[in-house]
């Protein structure tokens, strides 16, 4: 299919309602990104892969470059091809980094609907460690041998880096860029944030343990590698694709500010 080039005002009504739906969710991500700590100033970025091509090209959707989290909303969200040309009117561009990250999994990985970066004080911090993360409490124990790392080669404006970030990445669902931040993927925009919750809550939890000077303790491998099942498999009603918090957080985005939906 091909597509009309729309200013943020004439985006809602002009799409459909499954489009509309995402770009909600995918709007509101950002706003509880900013409202829990993770995000950094105007940088970063959150994406979602649409349910259509065109031109035969996987489309996403991603924040202009210059706008703050809490400005973004379900209209002024861009839709960007995946060889980076952007489909809609804006004042404001595509983010060069953020296209190369995110492109370069959406077009290797076709599950991968949902991508959050971020360059959070507790995330870069553990990303600056050798060890990386250190799995110490039940809800951390989900990355348990499940976290991908890739080596920082400096800003993420090559091109050809992307193949080695998809190589590194593989399978996995959470991601620590060394000396960079971290990133999470999901089949859905509700899976994706709530991996990046508590990837960035591990993050925090570590160095607070660190801080500390006690010796950490780590619970048996069997345990660890039983724990991060169950999570796989939605023990205790924890939801997968659909996890049971993500209604409770629209909620309360509602309540702070609905901006985010219009």
Request: net charge negative; hydrophobic share 40%; glycine share 6%.
């Amino acid at each position: 299919m091909s597509v009309t080039a729309l200013s943020p005002d004439r985006r809602q009504g002009a799409v459909s309602e499954e489009e509309w739906k995402l770009r909600v969710d995918l709007a509101c991500s950002y706003r509880l990104v900013e409202h829990f700590g993770m995000a950094d100033l105007v940088f970063n970025h959150i994406t979602a892969k649409l349910p259509y091509k065109v031109d035969g090209k996987e489309v996403f959707l991603i924040n202009g470059f210059g706008r703050h989290y809490t400005e973004i909303t379900a209209s002024n969200l861009l839709r960007v091809d995946i060889d980076g040309t952007p489909l809609d009117e804006d004042d404001y561009p595509v983010n060069g980094p953020g296209y190369v990250i995110h492109s370069a999994i959406h077009g290797a990985r076709p599950d991968a609907r949902c991508i959050i970066h971020t360059h959070s004080r507790a995330g870069c911090a553990v990303a600056a460690t050798q060890e990386g993360l250190i799995p110490l409490d039940q809800q951390s124990l989900q990355f348990h041998d499940r976290i991908a790392y890739h080596e920082l080669e400096g800003m993420a404006t090559d091109l050809n880096e992307r193949e080695r970030l998809v190589a590194d990445l593989g399978d996995r669902n959470a991601m620590i860029l060394r000396n960079h931040g971290l990133l999470t993927c999901g089949r859905s925009v509700p899976e994706a944030f709530r991996r990046i919750y508590y990837l960035e809550r591990a993050c925090r939890l570590q160095m607070e343990v660190m801080a500390s000077g006690m010796k950490p303790a780590r619970p048996p491998a069997h345990v660890a590698e039983h724990t991060a099942q169950q999570w796989e498999k939605g023990a205790a009603n924890i939801g997968t694709v659909d996890p049971i918090e993500w209604p409770a957080l629209v909620r309360m985005m509602e309540r702070k500010d609905p901006s985010f939906a219009n």
